[in-house]
């Protein structure tokens, strides 16, 4: 049977550029931070700070009784899987982890397939980690129109809700005013989704100098039209930053010819007591992890005072409370006006 | 044998510098005569092309056919069928099928295949060197007498710079063609998205101007030491324009084509992740495509090819770097060659040419003209005819093109190959 009103060819025929994460202004899905706006993302950070409270003390609300949750991941992790799954159960939704290794399905249909067949199992969102950059977008194309898609990765491209953990550290320990702080993100930003994200964020939030710092092999061409100045000296590129973001350096990057050897990029790159000490006094020090002590930050940075490293996992729950709440509360709302 | 008379139609006919109101003459497979009729003519069959262009049927210089070894995303049958609607009266087709277009039984295949369609005529180009593999040379003399129009490692590349220099070398003794399509796999290191700002925001795998370019400046290199003769296909950026244009005004025997999609999409247009602009090469920027156009219009850049890549739905249905690249593009080859016209970017006679008389002259085949005693291959065309482009009513098996939902001005009334109206 045929029909008319279901395209079965691609969505994508004929599309604008529109913003597929909105309906109707509220949050539907969470893709990118790219074309969300200030006010969404203060909202976001805003209910995280309500939810900082429930991690505490309380534990669990029942927000999302009754729905289901699926982590769908394609490429392994621990701490992000982990963390929306504690999200999840906070807010007293079902989750299901399905990991699916790239190699097994690395094509679309089958991608597709393991969609519709998740879908015919009644869930309410889909939190996607991907190899492919642009697969969060792909599959809120294609999901039924009751399901919310979380990005919790895709490729090189975007890695929101790592960068919204991070904005609300930033503002934990800065204030809420980002405009007299520099930033320096220090790295493998070629290959970074999270730096890409946090340039996003930083730039909406209108941080007043954000820096990326790397040598070129590591600098995707054209990322000063991302809002970036662009610094190759590690200490010339954090002097006198408020937050310095540390990025991990995979091995293979060595393989690849991008880089010499470890020692040479810690030598370089490597966040030690010496070379952070051109950044302020009270700066602060990041990392998405996991860190790899020895080759971008020495231990006694990543342990020390000023790093702020494990509260970013801590806070990870509760903007994923958040993001996960916005999202499925406007479908509860859609919900009860049909 | 039956004979056809065109009346009143406009005659464009770049190759004889010929663009008048006049009647065409059809005897068999021959262009019998154009003004008046010959002694003696009656025609069997006549059309009215009054306020039409009459043109020579079109010569594409690469479409992929997906027969032999695709047939799930399209075959011969379909892909001449749909190339004689869209006016196009000889395909080219690049060697890379399966198997191998590299021993004479592949190309006599494809002939009968073909013959037995009765559409579109296919020309085929054989594999430089066997199964493309880029280690040992392929029968070329063979494949030029099964009828081979000339030599190509399509997209495959070759690791060592010594078999392509014998290769060209040996091409050259035997007066073969080579087409080349400028791609160093190194250094594009399997990325789909032009190395920029684009690609950078999406977090899409690069591909340098250098993967294109570096490897002209290498072949061009050979071309002068070894003397063959050499096609540059699908360029697509300003700098390999600059390049052919200074190897031409060397006295290089080179020639040059861009697909179509390339003159009118940029790396703006992946910005939504839309695998339809998903291409190799990649969609450049707004000055490189300017650069393409500039280059057709000055004659460095010799022919429009559509590049045609006809794919299943489910090809198209992915993330955008696992989704297969290309267009199928048959269908708007014609329309995007006019829209240039028709936006001032190239006057009609070039873009006439660079669809018709140049591509056959590439080939070395005898088509592309409205001369007397050419082969009656015509297309006609009704100019004021406006329309949009729908993906579902492409005659291709492959749907998948980003230009859904472009208007055009033009479209083909009548194609006639060998004399015979299709």
Redesign the interface.
């Given at each position: 049977m045929v029909n008319k009103a279901t395209r079965?060819?691609?969505p994508?025929?004929?599309?604008?550029?529109?913003n597929i994460q909105l309906q109707n202004g509220q949050l539907k899905h969470f893709l990118t931070i790219?074309g969300l706006g200030s006010d969404m993302l203060t909202q976001i950070l805003d209910t995280a700070e309500s939810f900082a409270g429930v991690n505490e003390s309380v534990k669990k609300v029942p927000l999302l009784r009754g729905k289901t949750i699926v982590n769908l991941f394609f490429e392994a992790s621990t701490r992000t899987r982990t963390t929306f799954e504690l999200a999840a159960k906070r807010l007293s939704a079902d989750v299901l982890n399905i990991n699916i290794s790239t190699s097994a399905t690395?094509?679309?249909?089958s991608?597709?397939d393991t969609l519709h067949n998740l879908q015919a199992m009644q869930c309410d969102m889909f939190i996607v980690r991907?190899a492919?950059?642009?697969?969060a977008?792909?599959i809120a194309n294609?999901v039924a129109p009751h399901i919310s898609v979380l990005n919790a990765g895709?490729?090189?491209?975007?890695h929101p809700t790592q960068a919204m953990l991070d904005m609300f550290t930033i503002r934990r320990n800065k204030g809420a005013d980002f405009g007299g702080l520099r930033v320096a993100i220090v790295g493998d930003i070629l290959h970074s989704?999270v730096a890409?994200s946090q340039i996003h964020a930083l730039n909406t939030l209108n941080t007043g100098d954000v820096r990326v710092v790397a040598p070129r092999t590591l600098l995707?061409?054209?990322?000063e039209?991302?809002g970036v100045s662009v610094y190759h000296d590690l200490q010339e590129g954090i002097k006198d930053a408020d937050v310095v973001i540390m990025l991990r350096l995979q091995k293979e990057r060595m393989s690849g010819a991008l880089l010499p050897s470890e020692q040479e990029y810690f030598q370089l790159y490597g966040l030690t007591e010496e070379t952070f000490a051109a950044a302020k006094d009270d700066a602060i020090v990041m990392h998405p992890g996991p860190i790899n002590r020895g080759v971008e930050i020495a231990s006694s940075i990543a342990d020390g005072p000023h790093s702020v490293i494990l509260d970013q996992v801590t806070y990870g729950i509760a903007v994923r409370m958040a993001v996960m709440s916005m999202t499925l509360g406007h479908n509860g709302k859609r919900e009860a006006q049909a | 044998m039956s004979r056809m008379h065109i009346k009143n139609g406009r005659i464009i006919d770049p190759a004889n510098q010929r663009d008048e109101i006049a009647d065409l003459f059809i005897d068999g497979e021959t262009i019998a005569a154009i003004g008046e009729a010959p002694v003696g003519f009656k025609a069997q069959e006549t059309i009215d092309a009054k306020d039409h262009w009459v043109i020579p049927g079109l010569v594409d210089l690469c479409a992929r056919l997906r027969e032999p070894g695709q047939e799930h995303k399209a075959d011969i049958l379909s892909e001449t069928r749909a190339a004689a609607h869209a006016g196009i009266t000889t395909l080219c087709m690049p060697p890379d099928t399966d198997p191998v277009i590299d021993e004479p039984a592949v190309v006599d295949l494809i002939q009968n295949k073909a013959q037995a369609a009765g559409f579109s005529k296919i020309a085929t180009l054989g594999a430089l060197t066997a199964k493309l593999k880029g280690e040992h040379l392929s029968e070329m003399a063979a494949l030029k007498q099964a009828g081979c129009v000339g030599l190509s490692n399509a997209r495959h590349d070759i690791q060592n710079p010594l078999v392509i220099r014998r290769a060209y070398e040996y091409a050259a003794t035997h007066h073969i063609t080579v087409f080349i399509e400028a791609n160093n796999a190194q250094l594009s290191n399997q990325g789909c998205a032009h190395e920029g700002a684009v690609a950078t925001r999406l977090g899409l795998p690069p591909i340098p101007y250098a993967a294109e370019t570096a490897s002209i400046a290498f072949h061009l290199e050979l071309i002068a030491e070894t003397g063959v003769r050499a096609h540059f296909c699908r360029l697509s950026t300003a700098r390999s324009v600059e390049m052919i244009n200074h190897a031409k005004s060397r006295g290089l025997k080179i020639s040059a084509d861009v697909a179509a999609h390339q003159l009118h999409l940029t790396e703006m247009d992946i910005s939504s992740f839309n695998a339809q602009c998903h291409v190799l090469p990649p969609l450049r920027t707004q000055r490189d495509m300017e650069a393409l156009r500039h280059g057709l219009s000055a004659g460095i850049i010799n022919s429009i090819c559509s590049d045609h890549q006809p794919h299943e739905n489910d090809a198209k249905l992915a993330p955008f770097p696992s989704t297969e690249a290309g267009i199928s593009a048959l269908e708007s080859l014609l329309p995007l060659s006019l829209k240039l016209v028709e936006n001032g970017q190239l006057d009609l006679s070039s873009a006439i040419a660079s669809i018709t008389y140049e591509p056959a002259r590439i080939l070395g085949i005898n088509a592309g003209t409205l001369s007397c005693g050419a082969i009656a291959d015509i297309c006609i065309i009704d100019p004021k005819q406006d329309w949009t482009l729908q993906a579902d009513s492409m005659q291709s098996r492959g749907k998948n093109t980003p230009f859904a939902g472009w208007h055009f001005s033009g479209r083909v009334s009548h194609t006639i190959i060998n004399g015979r109206l299709i």
């Open positions: 079965p060819a691609d994508f025929i004929g599309q604008d550029l529109w790219e690395s094509k679309g249909e991608l597709l991907h492919d950059s642009g697969t977008h792909f294609h895709d490729g090189r491209h975007s989704r890409r995707p061409k054209g990322i039209q991302m | -």
